[in-house]
């Protein structure tokens, strides 16, 4: 099946500092990438949607200056959480899509805000 | 009133029980129903995905979906310990890009 892979896994960083996330798709290309923040036994929560080349559209709710997406190819998506704060503590999981359907998700990255 | 309910259990059975998790759901515009599986601490794995109404069987999982009810069903037989994990229904607009998830349901399957 389709492979979607998440760097770093984990990350730990202090209050006020940005951190980047990769997202990469390994043998498809994504037309579609998505980002989600999971809560411990809490459903996924959709952060954003973006499709390569064009900026990504954000939940109600999400700020967008806050957590910054780029899709610059059609393998690789970037979420970028700048001045994070110990509430951006979560685990968050990015996916792929190249069909309507079907939607790989990568294995998550741990970010813990001190 | 979310848009897909899920029973968040937890649900434990002992090992070979049939296992049977449901979804109900409100937006009659849904016609792809997916249903993942997750690990503690890992990103969810696409376990099956229907098209409409109708079933669909892939070795011990059967997936179900009746649009009429608005209701799908993922059946587990011969339940095995490495089944234990938390299942996620979703749904999509065939014309939208972003699935709407349940709230997943914990299993733990008992040797």
């Known amino acids: 099946g389709a492979v979607v892979s998440q760097h770093p896994s984990r990350v730990i960083c202090k209050s006020g500092t940005s951190v980047k996330i990769e997202c990469r798709s390994l043998d498809f290309q994504a037309t579609t990438m998505f980002w989600y923040r999971q809560f411990p036994k809490q459903s996924l929560m959709l952060m954003a949607t973006s499709n390569e080349g064009s900026k990504a559209t954000y939940e109600q709710g999400v700020e967008k200056d806050k957590f910054l997406i780029n899709h610059a190819s059609l393998t690789l998506s970037t979420l970028t959480v700048t001045s994070a704060h110990p509430e951006d503590s979560s685990f968050y999981i990015c996916s792929a899509s190249d069909t309507p359907y079907e939607q790989y998700f990568g294995p998550g990255t741990r970010l813990t805000v001190t | 009133q979310k848009e897909v309910e899920q029973d968040p259990g937890p649900l434990s059975v002992p090992e070979g029980a049939i296992v049977s998790l449901n979804c109900t759901y409100s937006?009659?515009?849904?016609?792809?129903f997916m249903w993942y599986r997750q690990y503690s601490r890992k990103g969810p794995e696409l376990l099956m995905y229907?098209?409409?109404?109708g079933n669909k069987e892939d070795g011990r999982f059967t997936a179900q979906v009746d649009k009429s009810s608005k209701y799908i069903s993922l059946f587990i037989r011969d339940s095995q310990p490495s089944d234990s994990a938390t299942y996620l229904c979703a749904m999509r607009n065939t014309n939208a890009g972003k699935s709407t998830f349940g709230d997943g349901t914990t299993l733990t399957v008992k040797p």
């Open positions: 937006n009659s515009a849904f016609q792809y």
């Open positions: 229907t098209y409409s109404s």
